[in-house]
C-alpha cells in the first residue's frame, strides 16, 4: 500500500501561481511513476501530467504544457506540481496518483493507476 497526501491547493487569482506537493508513504516511492490529475465540479476527472520513477520522462496534457511543471524528489518521497499562469478554468480538485505497472513508463490513463490521494482544492478567481 502506498499512502498519497496533496497539499498547496488555495484560492489564487487569474495569472497567478501555486505549488502542489503529494507526500507520499508506505512503500519505495521510486518504483512508481507519479501523476496529477484533476476535477472540476460536474466533469470527469481528467490527466493533467505524470512523470516516470526516475523523473526523466514526463508527459502533459496539451492545455498544461508550458504552464504546469511536474517534478520529484526521491529521496523526499514526493511530487510536486509548479502551476504558473493560472486560469480559471484550472479551477478544480487536483489528485496526485502512484503507478507501479512495470511495462509503463509515464501513465497517461486512470486505470493505469494504483493508488489515490484525497485531492486538493484550486480555486482561480477572475
Known amino acids: 500500500q502506498v499512502q498519497l497526501v496533496e497539499s498547496g491547493g488555495g484560492l489564487v487569482q487569474a495569472g497567478g501561481s501555486l505549488r502542489l506537493s503529494c507526500a507520499a508513504s508506505g512503500r519505495t516511492f521510486s518504483n512508481y511513476a507519479m501523476g496529477w490529475f484533476r476535477q472540476a465540479p460536474g466533469k470527469e476527472r481528467e490527466f493533467v501530467v505524470a512523470i516516470s520513477r526516475s523523473g526523466g520522462s514526463t508527459y502533459y496534457a496539451d492545455s498544461e504544457k508550458g504552464r504546469f511543471t511536474i517534478s520529484r524528489d526521491n529521496a523526499k518521497n514526493t511530487v510536486f506540481l509548479q502551476m504558473n499562469s493560472l486560469k480559471p478554468e484550472d479551477t478544480a480538485v487536483y489528485y496526485c496518483?502512484?503507478?507501479?505497472?512495470?511495462?509503463?513508463?509515464?501513465?497517461?490513463?486512470?486505470?493505469?493507476?494504483?493508488?489515490w490521494g484525497q485531492g486538493t482544492q484550486v480555486t482561480v478567481s477572475s
Open positions: 496518483a502512484g503507478s507501479r505497472r512495470p511495462g509503463i513508463l509515464v501513465p497517461t490513463r486512470r486505470h493505469e493507476y494504483d493508488y
